[in-house]
Nanobody, 115 residues
């Protein structure tokens, strides 16, 4: 069962940056594409970004394109999300998971962007 621990969230002003980190326990980490997702209370969880397992090809939701960057370190079984030029609408709990995601989710990390 995949276990992940997300961290790096916090309070940031609009225009600021945060770097999220997701450490996994997955011994097969390098064999899976990984993604970041986010959820606002009362709304469904949505896709933010993904990075492939075989060539590090990355893809982004339209709102993240040009502002966010996903990366991974297979040796550390870790995936990162660098978020720049942040906006109040980026406020959410951010989660990482395989992509497509498994049914097991971590606790996420809260990101709050003040205007």
């Amino acid at each position: 069962q995949l276990q992940v621990v997300e961290s790096g969230g916090g309070l940031v002003q609009a225009g600021g940056s945060l770097r999220l980190t997701c450490v996994t326990s997955d011994d097969n980490f390098s064999a899976y594409s990984m993604g970041w997702f986010r959820q606002v209370p009362g709304k469904e969880r949505e896709f933010v970004a993904r990075i492939s397992w075989y060539n590090n090809d990355d893809r982004y939701a339209s709102f993240a394109l040009g502002r966010f960057s996903i990366s991974r370190d297979n040796d550390k079984k870790t995936v990162y999300l660098q978020m720049n030029s942040m906006r109040p609408e980026d406020t959410a709990v951010y989660y990482c998971n395989r992509d497509p995601p498994t049914t097991t989710w971590g606790q996420g990390t809260q990101v709050t962007v003040s205007s």
